[in-house]
């Protein structure tokens, strides 16, 4: 009541819990021209779908369990809305209530992923989707103390990786009583592996790389360095003059 002459959109959302992503936008959908009632009009809202598939290992085949899956809906009136679930012991998950148009699902186990992006095209369309993980393998050693031999056990130690186009990731596990760590499912391409071990004042480096699906990465014997740093030679010379100063900037990040 009491509307300006003018154009008006119109927005119509269900209110049912399990149907409250079905909507309906139109855009400059009443014109009111004069004064007096606008004309009577019916709305017809589209309905909702579904979203359904499995989640599988880099081999195509093997289903991955506890898999975290993430459904972003697209579409302009629902757009940013996400759900999340997690994938049963036969890798399947389900979404309901899945606005009509585009989104996008992510799925994650660990440090690998997969998407896929599809849409729901009309109200009760079940979409059914497979996503393989990315190729994965396993990286193993174990940790020493400087001696080549005494085992380092119940620290944590890292991992860095950085699969071919994306930032770099880390993961972290804790060795086994005999120094031996394991990181499964790390992604194809260079790896660092670091461990910082304060009650022997020692600390440890090795780089290597996964560079074929299912590859188990043997670092050996990883020793960990426990000598006291000491100044070996300087150059230039300490109380040289003329020497520029480098401050934090411009410094890129290493590893």
């Known amino acids: 009541a009491n509307l300006r002459l003018g154009n008006y ?9 399990d149907d409250n992503h079905n909507g309906i936008t139109l855009l400059r959908a009443l014109n009111l021209g004069a004064a ?21 290992a880099s081999d195509g085949t093997t289903p991955v369990e506890s898999a975290v899956v993430t459904l972003r809906m697209q579409g302009a009136q629902f757009q940013g809305i996400q759900n999340v679930v997690v994938t049963a012991v036969d890798g399947r998950f389900a979404f309901s209530n899945i606005a009509v148009g585009p989104y996008v699902v992510t799925a ?4 690998l992923s997969a998407a896929a992006d599809g849409e729901i095209g009309a109200g009760g369309e079940l979409d059914e ?13 174990r940790l020493v103390r400087e001696n080549g031999t005494t085992p380092v056990g119940e620290v944590e ?41 304060d009650r022997f004042g020692g600390v440890a480096t090795r780089t290597g790389a996964v560079s074929t699906d299912g590859q188990v990465l043997d670092l050996g014997n990883v ?33």
Do not use: C, H
């Open 129 to 141: 989707l497979a996503l393989t993980l990315f190729p994965s393998g396993t990286v193993i050693g």
């Open 223 to 255: 020793r960990l360095d426990e000598s006291v740093p000491a100044l070996v030679s300087m150059d230039p010379p300490g109380g040289s003059e003329g020497v520029p100063e480098y401050g934090g900037q411009g410094w890129k990040q290493q590893w």
């Open 157 to 197: 130690v890292g991992l860095a990786f950085r699969r071919l186009g994306s930032s770099l990731g880390r993961t972290s596990v804790e060795t086994d009583a005999g120094g031996i760590f394991r990181f499964p499912g790390v992604p194809l391409g260079d790896v660092r592996f670091t461990a910082n071990v």
């Open 36 to 56: 007096g009632p606008a004309p009577d009009f019916d709305l017809i809202l589209p309905g909702v779908g579904r979203v359904a598939g499995r989640i599988l």
């Open 9 to 17: 959109a119109i927005q119509a959302v269900s209110k049912a819990p």
């Open 108 to 111: 994650q186990k660990a440090s």
